[in-house]
């Protein structure tokens, strides 16, 4: 009671802020304790690259997140960022125009349209397999170790030992998007487009939750300010898919029917099978629990779930079925072995895929 007399009290501007400024203090916390003072030791095992930035960029980056929500506070009332937010809000679909040029120049010059890091190498090359009509890449089987990466061994790629073919470990929805780009030889492309459909998406989304087109065209604005959201749009990592997904998921089920949890089902088992589950599920038990709350009819639930089973049995269990045979390829006495013995090796799938 103590608490809804005090939300009361405070304006819906300043609630905003006070929720920002809490969460900032949570993550400092955070990184305080995974990294006190910037030990030299790592005493938390992390690997190279991610306690850098734990160490180095995180707490600062922070920080700056805390200072935009500081400075959209301070404008809030401020005529020119109110026009500005009026005019966000009025033209979502021409600032995304807009924002698509730029930020295919940032990947191509900034970037230069080149996969960084593993992670976006395996998305690449994936797309260029799909792109080519084929499930994996083709290598000499005696030069496999040669042209895989060693660090860690069989994390990345799943390659037969028999044939050669390689095919990325990751689930494959992501490098689907990217296989069009890959085939018109423009990959880089491929997350511009999603960013920008983005805000668009995003912009409605605001509205539908808000009722205002203003505070939609603010999260128009915040959204571009976004070092994260910049950044990852020039990248191949599937954060902008992830994001737009959920945006449209979101969209989908804030006023569900039948039709509208069929369709959220769809684009759920995509976001699903993008790179890996744990987004997406995180993201969804919520809704699931919402609409439970709100007594749902079971039709409603019913076809979402059937929106999910197509793509997630086609891109989800297909596709490990497909990285099982290509790891089993070279061990031919499995397929001689009792039934029994079959038997507990599908157990065994079926709990190593659970588990991962």
Same mark, same amino acid.
């Given at each position: 009671?103590?608490?809804?007399?005090?939300?009361?009290?405070?304006?819906?501007?300043?609630?905003?802020?006070?929720?920002?400024?809490?969460?900032?203090?949570?993550?400092?916390?955070?990184?305080?304790?995974?990294?006190?003072?910037?030990?030299?030791?790592?005493?938390?095992?992390?690997?190279?690259?991610?306690?850098?930035?734990?160490?180095?960029?995180?707490?600062?980056?922070?920080?700056?997140?805390?200072?935009?929500?500081?400075?959209?506070?301070?404008?809030?009332?401020?005529?020119?960022?109110?026009?500005?937010?009026?005019?966000?809000?009025?033209?979502?679909?021409?600032?995304?125009?807009?924002?698509?040029?730029?930020?295919?120049?940032?990947?191509?010059?900034?970037?230069?349209?080149?996969?960084?890091?593993?992670?976006?190498?395996?998305?690449?090359?994936?797309?260029?397999?799909?792109?080519? =009509?084929?499930? =994996?890449?083709?290598?000499?089987?005696?030069?496999?170790?040669?042209?895989?990466?060693?660090?860690?061994?069989?994390?990345?790629?799943?390659?037969?030992?028999?044939?050669?073919?390689?095919?990325?470990?990751?689930?494959?929805?992501?490098?689907?998007?990217?296989?069009?780009?890959?085939?018109? &030889?423009?990959?880089?492309?491929?997350?511009?487009?999603?960013?920008?459909?983005?805000?668009?998406?995003?912009?409605?989304?605001?509205?539908?939750?808000? &009722?205002?087109?203003?505070?939609?065209?603010?999260?128009?604005?915040?959204?571009?300010?976004?070092?994260?959201?910049?950044?990852?749009?020039?990248?191949?990592?599937?954060?902008?898919?992830?994001?737009?997904?959920?945006?449209?998921?979101?969209?989908?089920?804030?006023?569900?029917?039948?039709?509208?949890?069929?369709?959220?089902?769809?684009?759920?088992?995509?976001?699903?099978?993008?790179?890996?589950?744990?987004?997406?599920?995180?993201?969804?038990?919520?809704?699931?629990?919402?609409?439970?709350?709100?007594?749902?009819?079971?039709?409603?639930?019913?076809?979402?779930?059937? =929106?999910?089973?197509?793509?997630?049995?086609?891109?989800?269990?297909?596709?490990?079925?497909?990285?099982?045979?290509?790891?089993?390829?070279?061990?031919?006495?499995?397929?001689?072995?009792?039934?029994? &013995?079959?038997?507990?090796?599908?157990?065994?799938?079926?709990?190593?895929?659970?588990?991962?």
């Amino acid at each position: 009671m103590v608490l809804n007399v005090a939300s009361r009290r405070i304006p819906p501007a300043l609630g905003v802020l006070l929720w920002c400024a809490l969460a900032t203090a949570l993550v400092q916390l955070v990184l305080a304790r995974l990294a006190p003072g910037n030990p030299p030791g790592n005493p938390h095992r992390f690997s190279p690259i991610f306690w850098y930035l734990l160490s180095v960029y995180d707490a600062h980056g922070n920080l700056l997140l805390l200072a935009l929500a500081v400075a959209a506070f301070l404008l809030r009332g401020h005529p020119a960022a109110t026009a500005l937010a009026r005019l966000a809000g009025d033209h979502p679909w021409r600032i995304a125009a807009a924002a698509l040029p730029l930020l295919c120049l940032g990947a191509a010059t900034v970037y230069r349209g080149y996969p960084l890091a593993m992670d976006e190498y395996v998305t690449v090359f994936q797309a260029q397999a799909f792109a080519a =009509g084929r499930l =994996g890449g083709q290598f000499p089987p005696e030069l496999l170790d040669q042209l895989l990466p060693r660090f860690p061994q069989n994390y990345f790629f799943t390659a037969s030992r028999a044939t050669g073919e390689v095919s990325g470990s990751y689930w494959p929805g992501f490098a689907l998007l990217v296989a069009p780009f890959a085939w018109l &030889g423009i990959p880089w492309v491929a997350n511009p487009l999603i960013s920008a459909l983005t805000l668009p998406a995003l912009h409605r989304l605001a509205q539908a939750v808000s &009722g205002s087109r203003e505070t939609a065209g603010w999260a128009i604005l915040l959204t571009l300010a976004s070092p994260v959201f910049v950044v990852s749009a020039l990248s191949f990592y599937p954060m902008p898919a992830h994001l737009l997904c959920s945006v449209l998921y979101a969209l989908l089920l804030l006023r569900p029917s039948v039709t509208r949890a069929l369709l959220a089902g769809l684009v759920g088992a995509l976001a699903l099978t993008l790179h890996n589950p744990a987004p997406h599920l995180l993201f969804a038990v919520a809704f699931v629990v919402w609409l439970a709350m709100r007594r749902t009819p079971l039709a409603v639930f019913a076809a979402l779930f059937a =929106g999910y089973l197509p793509l997630l049995a086609l891109l989800g269990y297909g596709w490990h079925q497909h990285l099982g045979a290509l790891a089993a390829s070279a061990a031919a006495a499995a397929a001689q072995a009792a039934p029994a &013995g079959a038997a507990a090796s599908l157990a065994e799938r079926v709990a190593s895929l659970a588990a991962s």
